[in-house]
């Protein structure tokens, strides 16, 4: 079965740091691109980059440069979303997703709460 | 930055035809998706490469792209189609989203 399994809901205090994981199974984790995105409670979604699982390459949205680093463990077939300098306007649901010249498949999301 | 606008509401009869845009500049030199997302769930790839359909996604969705618009088009809209609706292109190298739209079906 092709899927992703995202790591549980985080509460985090404002200035912390969040990572959190997205394990892929039932396909070839270094042959399809991994992207984050994350929706604020009654928003939109909104990208955040995305990682080569194959190279460890990386692109991020310029929104997000220097506060998050996306890495992977392809022994394990896990791909990470770390996200810095937590603030309370971070308190959303994020997504990895692959990309299969569209957004094929999708993880069942991760909560994360920022709040002191 | 590029943005993608979309209308925040649409409003369907059953059975009806439903009509969701996703505007932007120059939008139809694009490829654009569409995603549905219900209440609690992940988003769902219903429209790929403006007009192609995922297995599984019924036939009453389609979609188009021409111009600065690109248009998901749901025939016969059903009430499990309830949802709001998503549209994504690429702008050099990175991901866009539109703001999305909630479609009732009432």
């Known amino acids: 079965q092709v899927q992703l399994v995202q ?5 985090k205090n404002p200035g912390a740091s969040v990572k959190v994981s997205c394990k892929a199974s039932g396909f070839t984790f270094t042959g399809y691109y991994l992207h984050w995105v994350r929706q604020a409670p009654g928003q939109g979604l909104e990208w955040m980059g995305r990682i080569n699982p194959n190279s460890g390459g990386t692109d991020y949205a310029q929104k997000f440069q220097g506060r998050v680093t996306m890495t992977r463990d ?7 979303m770390e996200l810095s300098r937590l603030r309370s306007d971070d308190t959303a649901v994020y997504y990895c997703t692959r990309d299969q010249t569209a957004f094929d498949i999708w993880g069942q999301g991760t909560m994360v709460t920022v709040s002191s | 930055s590029y943005e993608l606008t979309q209308p925040p509401s649409v409003s369907v009869s059953p059975g009806q035809t439903a009509s969701i845009t996703c505007s932007g500049d120059k939008l139809g030199d694009k490829y654009v998706c569409w995603y549905l997302q219900k209440p609690g769930q992940s988003p769902l790839l219903v429209i790929y490469q403006g007009s192609k359909r995922p297995s599984g996604i019924p036939e009453r969705f389609s979609g188009s792209n021409s111009g600065n618009t690109a248009t998901l088009t749901i025939s016969g809209t059903q009430a499990m189609d309830e949802a709001d609706y998503f549209c994504q292109a690429w702008d050099s190298s990175t991901v866009v989203f539109g703001g999305g739209t909630n479609l009732t079906v009432l």
């Open chain 1, 7 to 11: 790591s549980g809901a985080e509460v």
């Open chain 1, 74 to 80: 392809t022994s394990i077939s896990t791909a990470y």
